[in-house]
């Protein structure tokens, strides 16, 4: 009898964590989120390199925003965001919920890094977003940009 109170509470308490880890990390089924609004001239790009440029395996990649200030994920802060960076992405994340493991976060407000990539051709992209890591209304992206690591 000890053993099967044991086993049903210790199922009780994984379903609970399970349940809480999907909210968590942004299960499919959550409901849309309202974004926010960011200023119709706003742009976000990728300063270095530049398109079309040969780089080592591991380089600098800058990034560059006008029309909008950066801050870190958490700080709700009219016409301001953070980025987010896309490695060969064949298309954009969703709009209208957080950007999950298909992009590289920046929650700190960082505006460069450095990032190693294999050899070959890859592409950068840059997503601004706001303090919940969603992208505003109307998205802040630049353009997509190619690059060859050698």
């Given at each position: 009898m000890?053993?099967?109170?044991?086993?049903?509470?210790?199922?009780?308490?994984?379903?609970?964590?399970?349940?809480?880890?999907?909210f968590a990390h942004g299960a499919s089924n959550?409901?849309?989120?309202s974004p926010t609004a960011a200023p119709s001239h706003a742009s976000v790009y990728i300063i270095t390199p530049l398109d079309g440029a040969t780089v080592s395996e591991s380089f600098t990649i800058k990034f560059g925003l006008q029309g909008m200030g950066?801050?870190?994920?958490?700080?709700?802060?009219k016409n301001t965001g953070h980025h987010h960076l896309l490695v060969?992405?064949?298309?954009?994340?969703?709009?209208?919920?957080?950007?999950?493991?298909?992009v590289k976060h920046f929650g700190g407000g960082q505006t460069q890094t450095d990032i190693t990539l294999s050899k070959g051709t890859h592409t950068l992209q840059l997503i601004l977003g706001d303090h919940r890591h969603m992208p505003h209304s109307p998205a802040v992206v630049s353009k997509k940009i190619t690059i060859t690591v050698e």
């Amino acid at each position: 009898m000890k053993k099967i109170i044991s086993l049903s509470l210790f199922t009780l308490m994984l379903s609970t964590a399970t349940v809480s880890t999907s909210f968590a990390h942004g299960a499919s089924n959550s409901p849309s989120i309202s974004p926010t609004a960011a200023p119709s001239h706003a742009s976000v790009y990728i300063i270095t390199p530049l398109d079309g440029a040969t780089v080592s395996e591991s380089f600098t990649i800058k990034f560059g925003l006008q029309g909008m200030g950066v801050s870190p994920a958490g700080y709700d802060k009219k016409n301001t965001g953070h980025h987010h960076l896309l490695v060969d992405g064949k298309k954009l994340p969703a709009f209208n919920k957080p950007m999950s493991s298909e992009v590289k976060h920046f929650g700190g407000g960082q505006t460069q890094t450095d990032i190693t990539l294999s050899k070959g051709t890859h592409t950068l992209q840059l997503i601004l977003g706001d303090h919940r890591h969603m992208p505003h209304s109307p998205a802040v992206v630049s353009k997509k940009i190619t690059i060859t690591v050698e």
